[in-house]
């Protein structure tokens, strides 16, 4: 059993900084791939970014590719997700994501879901 909580959203300008972290409970942590998702109203789950189990290679949806960075820290259980250059329509709520795979996570279908951090930029 894994459980996941975020943190670190809030309110940006356009062109501003934020970093979520997704601190993971369980002794396995280690070996699950970790991922980022987001959600803006009326829309669906957006893969943004993944990371294998350890940290070997990464992933990144086209629309975030060359601003945000995912990075995991196994000491500490935790994943982060640095956002520069921030959009408004990087408004979203933010999931963070864990699956026991060998690879990277891109379906929204994983093993587990954190609760989600609100991300807003505003224009």
């Known amino acids: 059993q894994v459980q996941l909580v975020e943190s670190g959203g809030g309110l940006v300008q356009a062109g501003g900084s934020l970093r979520l972290s997704c601190a993971a409970s369980?002794?396995?942590?280690?070996?699950?791939?970790m991922g980022w998702f987001r959600q803006a109203p009326g829309r669906e789950r957006e893969f943004v970014a993944s990371?294998?189990?350890?940290?070997?290679?990464?992933y990144y949806g086209d629309s975030v590719k060359g601003r945000f960075t995912i990075s995991r820290d196994t000491a500490k259980n935790t994943v982060y997700l640095q956002m520069n250059s921030l959009k408004p329509e990087d408004t979203a709520l933010y999931y963070c994501?864990?699956?026991?795979?060998?690879?990277?996570?891109?379906?929204?279908?994983?093993?587990?879901w954190g609760q989600g951090t609100q991300v807003t930029v505003s224009s």
């Open positions: 990371i294998r189990w350890n940290g070997g290679s990464t």
């Open positions: 994501a864990a699956e026991l795979t060998l690879g990277v996570i891109i379906r929204p279908t994983p093993d587990y």
């Open positions: 369980g002794r396995t942590f280690s070996r699950y791939a």
